[in-house]
């Protein structure tokens, strides 16, 4: 595995290129989204199941961050408001 560094939400983050992005966005702060309820969701099954873990990637939005390996310079965009993982 290599350092690579991701973005998220516009942030820097340091990050081992092929591991999971959901692990690394857990970590960070175990919310993704939030519904339109308000209520926050992150990593759940960690398998690709319940896709409560959909962040927008590269401008893609509604991609499975448990199912998505890290590469250098990926951009991802949480559902949070404010942005930041929490
Ligand atoms: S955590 Fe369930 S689909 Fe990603």
New binding site residues.
Partial sequence: MSEVTIFVDGEPVPAEAGRPL?ALMHRLGPAMRRTEEGAPR?????????????VTIDGVADR????TPIRDGMRVETGLAGGTPS
């Fill in positions: 959901g992150g990593l759940f099954c960690g398998m690709g199941v319940c896709f409560d873990c959909l499975r961050a448990c199912m």
